[in-house]
């Protein structure tokens, strides 16, 4: 089998150090070679000179609403908005109609991934059947079918014997339980934090502690059990201290963020935009402070999209009534690199360690999230010098429910490589 060789490229892997102009070799799915000069003998070429090649993005967390919803976004569709974000690897959460709550619904997504033919698509198993509450679901024949993680997103699981058992239970496979930590009685199905913006709103508050106490009964609950848990979409002030005070404490537990909390504020939603509605809340400017500080004291381990498609008359709707929720999948790294990078609030080697090395620790992944050789060729190319403006038509995702059409970014992926194969190429700007 003749190789690939990407020539020239800034190329960037965390955890070795590497930042620099190298070729790289890949043959059978592998990087087998990484140097200043490889030759190219018989070998197809990508001219990466002007780019950056980083590890293909995994994204622990992101909706594809199939089965149920393929008028919002399918797998295919959803797989292939992915590679067009750089996203190499992507976990779709089972909050599904049906949800993904047994093996067959499990070999159903794994099943359509595969003919997608795009990014890989790890499905993440309910914690409870038909995300109720009520009931454990069969965890290990979830394993055994392919998820990578248990959660009830989109619910927070209420019973805390449950969520123990969960835990215990998730530890035999040593998958991690992702808590979508939001107490549905302080929440009161509120639309925008509870705080100074969300009382000259009119709108339905909810406020942070909601998010708080259960991320506190949560980790709590893990140290109790020993069980791996990861925390979705992490907002507030006051949930970063917990996970830090978690942290220290030697307790199992990752935590994410998502790039509209970390640039947005609850002052948007005085637009009354729908795009702008998501849970939980976009938080206050102290919140989304705290948030960056999480990310560079070590806090927050991953950037993860919460990809949430939803069609367009789900959303033209007044705010309290509209559907929850942003796509993200596309406009993830353009967004990150052009308002927290390019600005020197973060570096780039941080992101990338957000998006792809830790994400790929966190599940498990032992081959992927580097460049390194051996490590699978799952490469993303970056283009970062031309500004481009976000238009409707950008997106290869069924929905387009994104607050940021309109924008000018810079930073474009321009090709992903999955597995070795070229599963997005844009073409060279002349």
Known sequence: MSSLIIRGGRVIDPPSGLDGKKDIEIREGKIVAISNRIRSTGARVIDARDYLVVPGFIDLHCHLRDPGRPDEETIESGARAAVHGGFTTICCMPNTEPPIDNEGVVQYVIEEAKKARLANVLPVGAITVGRKGEQLTEIGRMVRAGIVAI??????????????????????FNIPVMEHCLDTDLHRDGVINEDYYGTISGLSPSPAVAEESIIARDLLLARFTGGRLHILHLTTETGVKLVSWAKAEKIRVTAETCPHYLVLTDKECLSYDTNFKVTPPLRSERDRKALIRGIKDGTIDAIATDHAPHASFEKELEFDQAASGMIGLETCFPLLYTRLVRTGILSLKKIITLLSTNPAKILGLKTKGRIAVGFDADITLIETKTRWRLTPDFFFSRSKNSPFIGERFIGRVVTTIVGGVIRFQEERPK
């Open 151 to 172: 959660s009830d997103d989109g619910d927070t699981v209420r019973n805390p014997q449950l969520l123990r058992s969960a835990l215990e239970y998730a530890q035999i």
